[in-house]
C-alpha cells in the first residue's frame, strides 16, 4: 500500500506540508501556487467562443462566406491558446499564450477591429 501524500491544488505537483496539527491543511504550496489557481479560476469563468465542427459542404460555400468562418476559427483559437497560456504547464504556458495574443493581434490588423 502506499501512501497518498497531499498534493497542491494548483497542479504543481508539490507535496503540502502540514504545519498545524488542527483543522485542514493547506492545499497550496506557496502564495505563488494560490495566485496562479486564482487566476485559473478567472480565466474558466469568462465565457469563450468554442471551436465550430468544419462541416464537409464548406467548400461549397461562396468565398466570402469561407473567409468569414475561418476568420471566427482563427478568433477562437486565438482565445483558446490564451486561456491554455493560464492553465498549461509553464514550459507550454509562455508559448500558449504569446501565439494567442499573436493570432489576435494579426486579425485586429488584418482585418480591422470588426473581427474581434
Ligand atoms: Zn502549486
Redesign the pocket.
Known amino acids: 500500500m502506499t501512501l497518498e501524500l497531499p ?8 507535496v503540502l506540508v502540514r504545519t498545524g496539527k488542527r483543522g485542514p491543511g493547506p492545499a ?3 502564495a ?2 494560490r495566485k ?2 486564482e487566476r485559473r479560476r478567472r480565466a474558466d469563468a469568462v465565457e469563450l467562443p468554442t471551436l465550430v465542427p468544419a462541416e464537409p459542404s464548406m467548400s461549397a460555400r461562396p468565398v466570402d462566406a469561407q473567409v468569414e468562418r475561418a476568420l471566427l476559427e482563427a478568433r477562437a483559437v486565438g482565445f483558446a491558446l490564451m486561456r491554455l497560456g493560464s492553465q498549461a504547464r509553464p514550459e507550454l504556458a509562455w508559448r500558449c499564450t504569446k501565439l494567442g495574443e499573436a493570432i489576435i493581434a494579426a486579425l485586429g490588423s488584418t482585418f480591422g477591429k470588426e473581427t474581434l
Open positions: 498534493r497542491c491544488a494548483c497542479g504543481c505537483g508539490a497550496y504550496a506557496s505563488a501556487c496562479r489557481a
